[in-house]
């Protein structure tokens, strides 16, 4: 099965930008969309932005737009979030999420979450 591992979160002032990653070495699949989320303390998962295999086409939460960019590296497995600006509100886990569009059913495979604090 595939494994999403996720790395690059921290601790960064406001303002600051950090680019959090998600690896899916072994992924196979000819469409796709990856997706990245947040879960900020007590609050729901919420989406922050995705990007297509196909088209690489990108939709971003109204909230980022201009700040964040979401890429993917196909020769290294790899989805990215760079994050620019960053304000304390958006302290929260990040998670990636892979979504197979290639069988009869969508199949969504999720990183473990990475811990994005923003703080002075």
């Known amino acids: 099965q595939v494994q999403l591992v996720e790395s690059g979160g921290g601790l960064v002032q406001p303002g600051g930008s950090l680019r959090p990653s998600c690896a899916a070495p072994?992924?196979?699949?000819?469409?796709?969309?990856m997706t990245w989320y947040r879960q900020p303390p007590g609050k729901e998962r919420e989406l922050v932005a995705t990007?297509?295999?196909?088209?690489?086409?990108?939709n971003y939460a109204d909230s980022v737009k201009g700040r964040f960019t979401i890429s993917k590296d196909n020769t290294k497995n790899t989805l990215y979030l760079q994050m620019n600006s960053l304000k304390p509100e958006e302290t929260a886990v990040y998670y990636c999420?892979?979504?197979?569009?290639?069988?009869?059913?969508?199949?969504?495979?999720w990183g473990q979450g990475t811990q994005v604090i923003v703080s002075s």
């Open positions: 999420n892979v979504r197979s569009l290639t069988g009869l059913r969508p199949i969504d495979y």
């Open positions: 072994g992924f196979t699949s000819i469409r796709y969309i």
């Open positions: 990007i297509t295999s196909f088209d690489s086409s990108t």
